[in-house]
T-cell receptor, first 112, second 111 residues
Framework: GAGVSQSPSNKVTEKGKDVELRCDPI?????LYWYRQRLGQGLEFLIY????????KSGLPSDRFSAERTGESVSTLTIQRTQQEDSAVYLC??????????FGSGTRLTVV | RKEVEQDPGPFNVPEGATVAFNCTYS??????FFWYRQDCRKEPKLLMS???SGNEDGRFTAQLNRASQYISLLIRDSKLSDSATYLC????????????FGKGTRLSVIA
């Protein structure tokens, strides 16, 4: 597609439920990144995929968070047993090289 | 020390004013530098890259001082549409290491 596509755009879930967020990167972009942005805060790195290399999971805040990517296409970020502090906008970006990212419009997650 | 530090602002300036934002970064091995713009409740978008020699794009000028680990963005002749949060962004020493984003500086251009 022309841009990075994320779904759903909004998600309200009850505390304790699992959620799955999806990201479709720009076709041909080998690198894919997940960031989190809490209200009024900066972007917080979560995880990074580069081609077929092992992902860099150094930013995942707890073992409730996991992500997968199929080849160089779709990625899913899964949050298990959601907590209220997980409420944030989850942003996905893709890039062809280190020359700047293209972000999706994000998934706004609200845990009630 | 935070990896990327910016004055959060807000900077409230009249239309037509010149405004400058500064940013410092902690990793002396950083190789790539950018300014992103983020509008309210929107995703960040690349504004411009920052080169060692300094670079200009219309009303926007970016400069890098590696010795001081300092990046600046100058906006001339501010427009109402420049109102946004400006994010200073730095990456690591090689390849596609994840970009590190500053928390941003908020600019409001007032009529």
């Amino acid at each position: 597609g022309a841009g990075v596509s994320q779904s759903p755009s909004n998600k309200v879930t009850e505390k304790g439920k699992d959620v799955e967020l999806r990201c479709d990167p720009i076709s041909g972009h080998t690198a894919l990144y997940w960031y989190r942005q809490r209200l009024g805060q900066g972007l917080e790195f979560l995880i990074y995929f580069q081609g077929n290399s092992a992902p860099d999971k150094s930013g995942l805040p707890s073992d409730r968070f996991s992500a997968e990517r199929t080849g160089e296409s779709v990625s899913t970020l899964t949050i298990q047993r959601t907590q209220q502090e997980d409420s944030a906008v989850y942003l996905c970006a893709s890039s062809l090289d280190s020359y700047g990212y293209t972000f999706g419009s994000g998934t706004r997650l609200t845990v009630v | 020390r935070k990896e990327v530090e910016q004055d959060p602002g807000p900077f409230n300036v009249p239309e037509g004013a010149t405004v400058a934002f500064n940013c410092t970064y902690s990793n002396s091995a950083s190789q790539s530098f950018f300014w992103y713009r983020q509008d309210c409740r929107k995703e960040p978008k690349l504004l411009m890259s920052v080169y060692s020699s300094g670079n200009e794009d219309g009303r926007f000028t970016a400069q890098l001082n590696r010795a001081s680990q300092y990046i600046s963005l100058l906006i001339r002749d501010s427009k109402l549409s420049d109102s946004a949060t400006y994010l200073c962004v730095v990456n690591g020493i090689s390849g596609n290491t994840p970009l590190v984003f500053g928390k941003g500086t908020r600019l409001s251009v007032i009529a």
